[in-house]
């Protein structure tokens, strides 16, 4: 909340610096955001009262004036031609320092002597509801009454500090100028004061103008109602719009500005009615009606629904409670008669009707933090106050107060050996009781018992630990002494999964690969892009209640959507090449709609994308990862829609599906606008992490010969290596040492949907040489395993 340091002033006595002060808030548990010198952007510019002026020999337009600026006189040159002797104008003096970066500096122009240079009100970045003739164009006319020599940041009250100050969830009741200035006031020792209002009234009777009901006391506990006859609309003090200005809002009129003031003041929205169109002279607490809509201040039209709830006359919705008023009851230069509001509104209800219809206001942010319902009644009769001191209107006599009931105070009694038992630090028994009523919690202390009354508006203070709170940030954390730990240190060390989640990573950058890390949140339609079925149970996906908008609205059953995103977005920045990768988590429910949470699997995902990058590169870096884990692999065919159906494959590990991979088929890598060639894999790190560990063994070097024969087979086009590799490993059996892959071959030599495939296959014998017997049995064995798989020898 931004404050103006001279607005504190008024309630508290501040005797230290700006940056002291803000220290010392800070330490107390308000943090500050910014600082903000309103004057630091001008420096020697002062009033200057013009007493002569002489035309310039060498120009037209030229003139040069001598001016007082304060005890002595100054020659300047200016080609002004708006002033006249006796103005009081604004002279940026020598070295001087304009809003606009400007520096002015002692010169000759035309040959004749320059100390400065008179200034408009755009030069000073002044607009006309700053000053009264900013706009001119032309020389800026001070007020004549003013002083040469004055400061022109003390004429425009630019002598002035706004502080930011970040007040926490906890805190709503120092979300106002008075709750800062209370604790100021507390942690700088000095006295803090409250304005007490005071007004007179014309007499009549309230009840004779407006009649007030509150259907719904759940949503609105208490709605206090004045009338105001007579309005005399005009712009507010200036006092009033610089204090308003400081804290980020605009002055409209005296009206409307006494409310926005009192808001800030006391922290208590308020809203002013123009009396005169509320129909029927009724005001109506209730929700809305079906098919009811509302326009706005802000000229905008909302329909409305039953949940939210309404400020109405006799017939129609006149303000969206708590959050905006209504277009037709707004306060205009033409309005005589206003009724005034003071209410509290149950922060949840504000704050679901402004997130449904889209509106953020002043008002609605602190009642959705929360608004003290005794200070509805103080900020009613403040703003009063305010409208008899400035003469902005007559008041009638009356009030009309409804409510069902007022909350008492709350009493804690807690012995002062269990707040030091808390706070570690010896503080006085007397310490403690000032303390807390310094803060306004009422506290005696009988023996070490202490009994405190909690006022309403401090809702954050329940038990014993909070008046710990309270003293300990008041007292000073600097009291609190360094102590060694006693308790044993116990290291800590990640779990098996993380460890291995470490080993998969460090091979991976090894391999040169980049890690990424999304969102778990993706968009409702996103897995459309993979062109999945309608029946697919990664289509089972857990919606957000609350989301932040329908990208981030479901959580992801798959990683590669995201992981399609992030290649598509470095393809679109002109990254010829690249290999990702992301350790993340699939989010699968166990039934829609959830009752529990969902399972949360460990999943890897893989992303290549390059002119060196193939279906064999990205089948590589699996292997390499597959035997990282001790795993007997096997590669079978799969059909995921979202991979090219020719160039996919599920890669089995110890016979369990452990992933997914491929070339991405162009019609999903062109629903994210990708043109080229990308691989995409999909790891179970689950399955992968259960694998049992592949024990090292170690043998002597072979004594004896190996045999080497191979064998060129013809085979349907569509028949897996795989499935030839395990024919041969099972025909071979103990004796097979090595079998590799040399050659493959379809083409014009090779009947139709054939191909010729050739393996070479190394035998040994631990136990002996091999003999011509045993080499023949073996590769007969071989042969008709091979037979059976489908492949035959080719002759």
Request: charged content about 25%.
């Amino acid at each position: 909340m931004k404050i103006s340091l001279n607005q504190l002033k008024e309630y508290v006595e501040i005797n230290v610096p700006v940056t002291e002060l803000c220290d010392k808030m800070v330490m107390a548990g308000f943090e500050v955001e910014s600082i903000e010198n309103t004057g630091d952007k001008i420096k020697n510019v002062v009033v200057a009262e013009i007493k002569e002026i002489a035309p310039h020999e060498n120009s037209d337009h030229l003139q040069i004036c001598q001016m007082d600026v304060g005890g002595q006189i100054t020659q300047i040159v200016t080609g002004a031609q708006n002033i006249s002797v006796g103005d009081k104008v604004p002279a940026a003096l020598n070295n001087s320092f304009l809003p606009n970066g400007m520096n002015i500096k002692s010169g000759k122009l035309r040959g004749v002597e320059s100390n400065g240079m008179l200034c408009s009100g755009e030069e000073l970045c002044l607009t006309e509801e700053d000053y009264k003739g900013a706009s001119v164009n032309g020389i800026l006319i001070l007020d004549s009454n003013l002083t040469p020599g004055t400061d022109m940041r003390d004429v425009l009250g630019l002598n002035d500090y706004i502080i930011d100050f970040k007040i926490t969830a906890n805190r709503p009741d120092c979300n106002c100028f008075l709750g800062v200035a209370k604790e100021i006031g507390v942690v700088l020792k000095t006295k803090f004061n409250t304005p007490k209002p005071q007004y007179k009234t014309v007499g009549g009777n309230i009840n004779d103008y407006i009649k007030i009901d509150i259907e719904n006391y759940e949503l609105c506990p208490r709605y206090i109602g004045r009338v105001v006859k007579n309005l005399r609309i005009k712009p507010s003090p200036d006092w009033m719009q610089k204090a308003i200005t400081a804290s980020g809002m605009r002055p409209i009129n005296n009206i409307v500005d006494i409310t926005n003031f009192v808001m800030l003041e006391t922290g208590q929205p308020m809203h002013a009615f123009n009396y005169n169109d509320l129909r029927g002279k009724h005001i109506i607490v209730r929700n809305a009606k079906s098919g009811e809509s509302i326009t706005t201040l802000d000229e905008k039209t909302h329909n409305l629904t039953e949940n939210m709830l309404v400020i109405a006359d006799g017939e129609v919705p006149s303000c969206l409670a708590g959050i905006m008023g209504g277009l037709e009851s707004e306060i205009t230069q033409d309005t005589t008669d206003l009724f005034l509001e003071s209410a509290k509104f149950k922060r949840d209800n504000i704050r679901k009707t402004g997130r449904t219809l889209g509106i953020r206001t002043e008002a609605s942010g602190r009642f959705e933090k929360g608004i003290d319902i005794i200070n509805t009644e103080y900020a009613m009769e403040r703003a009063l106050q305010l409208i008899y001191e400035l003469d902005a209107g007559d008041i009638i006599e009356g009030v009309i107060d409804k409510y069902e009931s007022l909350p008492k105070p709350r009493i804690i009694t807690v012995t002062t050996d269990k707040i030091l038992e808390l706070l570690g630090v010896n503080v006085p028994d007397e310490t403690i009781v000032s303390i807390l009523n310094s803060l306004g919690i009422k506290t005696e202390i009988n023996g070490k018992t202490l009994t405190s009354e909690v006022p309403s508006i401090r809702d954050d203070i329940e038990g014993r630990a909070d008046l710990a709170e309270e003293v300990m940030r008041i007292y000073g954390y600097d009291h609190i002494v360094g102590t060694k730990m006693k308790s044993a240190v116990v290291r800590g060390k990640k779990l098996p999964e993380r460890l291995k989640t470490d080993i998969v990573k460090k091979l991976l950058c090894a391999l040169g690969c980049n890690e990424i890390t999304t969102y778990s949140f993706i968009a409702s339609h996103a897995i459309d892009s993979l062109n999945l079925p309608q029946d697919d149970e990664r289509r089972n996906a857990v919606k957000l209640l609350n989301p932040l908008g329908d990208e981030y609205s479901v959580m992801r059953t798959q990683l590669i959507t995201s992981m399609l995103t992030v290649m598509a977005t470095n393809i679109n920045r002109k990254i010829t090449n690249a290999r990702f990768f992301e350790v993340s988590k699939r989010f699968v429910p166990k039934a829609l709609p959830i009752t529990e949470q969902p399972l949360e699997i460990p999943t890897l995902s893989l992303g290549f994308y390059g002119k060196d990058e193939d279906f064999f590169t990205i089948k590589g870096v699996i292997e390499q990862l597959m035997e990282q884990f001790g795993a007997h692999t096997e590669y079978i065919r799969s059909s995921e829609p979202y991979l090219h159906p020719g160039r996919q494959a599920t890669v089995l590990a110890n016979n369990l599906p452990v992933a997914t991979f491929g070339e991405v088929h162009p019609g999903t890598a062109a629903n994210f606008d990708i043109e080229e060639r990308v691989y995409v894999a999909e790891i179970k790190l689950d399955v992968l992490f259960q694998l049992k560990t592949r024990k090292t063994v170690y043998k002597p070097l072979p004594k004896f010969p190996a045999v080497e024969r191979d064998f060129a087979l013809l085979c349907d086009i569509d028949l897996p290596i795989g499935t030839l590799e395990k024919a041969i490993a099972s025909g071979a059996s103990r004796l097979l040492e090595k079998v590799e892959l040399f050659d493959v071959y379809s083409g014009s030599q090779i009947p139709k949907g054939k191909k010729s495939v050739a393996f070479s296959v190394q035998l040994r014998s631990s136990e002996s040489t091999l003999s011509d017997e045993d080499i023949e049995t073996t590769t007969k064995r071989i042969i008709e395993k091979l037979e059976k798989a489908g492949a035959q020898l080719r002759k």
